[in-house]
């Protein structure tokens, strides 16, 4: 089963791993570890961070999350969803406070596989995920408008409006040789599919564009220039220093980084299973990208988690098990202990084209637009969500999206409850036989009985509406005939409402009686006890044990159902699955 609590690269083993695989894997390995090198080192400058941190992320975390995680092909590192939320946790509390939210963030996601929360997460309302996915990118590309431009600015605004202000105000003092560095790299990464899709642009951008520059001698800055160079050695484990006020401080930012990390890793692993047709095990996905992001900090490294395009050239490119992205890993490391010094030459107009270009990619402005043809309360949702992720915050866009479209949600659900009174509207409904042999105009009911039915989930949006309908009985029945066979769930607030309505009943003489009660309200009340309150006598399957119950009570003579009014499919279904009527 997909929610098996077992890593991929187990299952691989056990069903037998051969050379030919290992061949396959180890070439795609090998072309994915050269091509996420740069990457891994624009999402650290990116980020706040050293160069090389991004290298420690792909080797810790890459390679423990494809040994334990659930996907066979996906491959894992620094993403640029972590960019905005990384940048503003390194700019206020260090690279310390970036740890311990990185570790906290951790332990949520092994929480989180482990408590089989991984099918939950496709809950996350789209809009919300468009709209902060939307909004991380156009962040990213407005971080990489100075490195683009060469523009001679010492500190960069963090605040979005703040930073293109100070973009215009410094306009006049960009470099003619970054911007051209910028563009042409810009154009490879673009052009370069049309030639072919094995390799990425943006690696053959990196080296081409680097080694023009060294050859011409151009004036752009580089990633040597501005940090000093790469390190070639990989670093001792450390365990960042905790305290409990860094901790409380530091558990809303984690919370953040948890949830990116699981809905960006299922994202690419649904991807990959699309093009391998395979299928994930998101629990165990879960569990691994929260192992392998609480090792990371230990390392000096970033968080990290799922990243479509390197997976989808794993795959493209052969990788068929998770072995290809350990390889991937090694990769990484072996370039950074041998040729890391190569990296420091290369121009940081060429890495902020990479990140336009992957902001550009991350953007998903097709799925932004269509969205704006939606349902009013979903436009709501993606611009709320998208202005927060720029103008405020990440953390906020993220709660404030899910929590406005749970109330939307909740708004839509209660507007298509609805509670009436049957008895009242028969001379409204003498049709309704035609479409539904079930109605209750087709039955006769007696002197002092009202039925009412519900039409959709009964829960706390609703109770309202239902006590509003209660109250529009003008002159009270002997008998109160409910009927709840369009009511598939009810929560606490509808259980508190209908025992409400059984001591309203008791207190003003009418009997209740329930008729076409489902599997889960009824289990509902048995286990609150209003099943015995209400007496198992007067919770019928159909409506016509309903009205038979309530001749009884009155003392009336029994009615049996005339045969012709109800097809075959209808009366035998309750026989034989008790299917509520």
Known sequence: MHTRLEPKLFTVFREGYTGKQFLSDLIAGVIVGIVSLPLAIAFAIASGVKPEQGLYTAVVAGFVIAALGGSRTQVSGPTGAFIVIVYGVVQKYG???????????G?????????????LLKFIPYPVIVGFTTGIALIIFSSQVKDFLGLRLEQVPAEFVEKWIAFGEHVTTFNPYALAVGSVSLLIITLWPRVTGRVPGTLIAVIGVT???QIAGLPVETIGSRFGGVTNHFPTPHIPTLSWKLVTEMFGPGVTIALLAAVE???????????????????????GQGIGNILSPL??????????????????????????????????LLIMVFFAQWASHIPMATLAAVLIFVAYTMSEMHAFNRLLKSPKSDVAVLFTTFFLTVLIDLTVAIQV???????????????????????????DEEDSLEHDPLSITSREVPEGVEVFEIFGSFFFGSIDQFKEAIRGIERKPAILILRMRNVYAIDASGL????????????????????????????AMQQSGLLDRLGEENALSNVDDALNRARTILGLPLIRRPAPFVPTVERERPQKNNTPT
């Open 107 to 119: 332990f949520l996601l092994v929480g989180m596989g482990l408590a089989r929360m991984g099918v």
């Open 299 to 332: 390392f000096g490294g970033i968080p990290a988690t799922g990243a479509i395009a390197r997976t989808a050239t794993n795959i493209k490119n052969g990788g068929r098990t998770p072995v290809a992205a350990m390889i991937h890993s090694i990769v990484i």
């Open 95 to 105: 690279y310390e406070g970036l740890a311990v939210a990185t570790i906290i963030a």
């Open 496 to 523: 508190k409402a209908l025992e409400d309505l059984v001591d309203s009943s008791k207190h003003e003489g009418t009997k209740l009686i329930l008729s076409g009660v489902h599997a889960q309200p009824l289990v």
């Open 211 to 213: 080694a023009a520059v």
């Open 265 to 287: 890793s299922l994202l690419a692993a649904v991807v990959a299973d699309g093009m391998t047709g395979t299928r994930h095990r998101s629990n165990m996905e879960l569990v």
């Open 401 to 427: 999206g899910v929590v406005l479209a749970a109330f939307m949600f909740l708004r839509r659900m209660s507007n298509v409850t609805e509670v009436k009174m049957i008895t009242k509207d028969l001379k």
